[in-house]
């Protein structure tokens, strides 16, 4: 399986961006699937998953009522939405198997949250 997160990009305080996880080469049907993220000199954090089953959603304080997962098993994609942003949602995002990783991590996304 291949994980590829795009979506990243430069943005002000306060704007908004939409990532995606596609998947390849299986499929992300019942697994609970959560983003990640990792800034510069941190280790990396989970920030958001949501259930494979329910489709049930936990998202850490840091990002509640910011940001919001969601999931399309058809497209095989995960989104993050994330509003608000703050210059410390500055990192590279990713996506994986949640609560614990279990797949080899793509890529990953840059945010850089600056004015």
């Known amino acids: 399986l291949q994980l590829v997160e795009s979506g990243g990009g430069l943005v002000q305080p306060g704007g908004s961006l939409r990532l995606s996880c596609a998947a390849s080469g299986s499929t992300l049907d019942y697994y609970h699937i959560g983003w990640y993220r990792q800034a510069p000199g941190k280790e990396r954090e989970g920030v958001t998953c949501?259930?494979?089953?329910?489709?049930?959603?936990y998202y850490a304080d840091s990002v509640k009522g910011r940001f919001t997962i969601s999931r399309d098993d058809a497209k095989n994609t995960v989104y993050l939405q994330m509003n608000s942003l703050k210059p410390e949602d500055t990192a590279v995002y990713h996506c994986?198997?949640?609560?614990?990783?279990?797949?080899?991590w793509g890529q990953g996304t840059q945010v850089t949250v600056s004015s």
């Open positions: 994986n198997t949640a609560p614990h990783a279990v797949w080899d």
């Open positions: 949501i259930s494979g089953s329910d489709g049930s959603t």
